[in-house]
């Protein structure tokens, strides 16, 4: 086996490992100080549906982002990080159904 394969098998399980400790500490173990799976994907998914119902200028507002936040299980307010012309981009979200309990 050529030693290159070897190095990316193992970044690979490394990477495994490391996904798979974090996921053990936010949903097992409930500790919210580590990083959640999937938090950038719920706060785009959220700005989406605020955007959708309110306007575009409405992510911008913790009055209407922090419900939406709060329903999918973030503890804290995340601002939405990008520009107002990125919210078209991904406003396609809004219309899927997100479950995440």
Request: hydrophobic content about 55%.
């Amino acid at each position: 086996m050529p030693r290159l394969t070897v190095y990316a098998f193992a970044i690979l399980v490394i990477e495994i490992l490391v996904l798979a400790i974090w996921i053990a500490h936010f949903y097992i173990l409930k500790d919210h100080s580590s990083p959640m799976v999937g938090f950038d994907f719920g706060v785009f998914w959220s700005a989406a549906r605020v955007a959708m119902e309110h306007g575009a200028a409405a992510v911008f507002s913790p009055q209407w982002m922090l419900p939406v936040e709060a329903a999918l299980g973030l503890d804290t307010y995340a601002a939405w990080p990008t520009l107002p012309h990125f919210c078209l981009r991904s406003s396609h979200l809004a219309n899927c159904p997100l479950a995440l309990r």
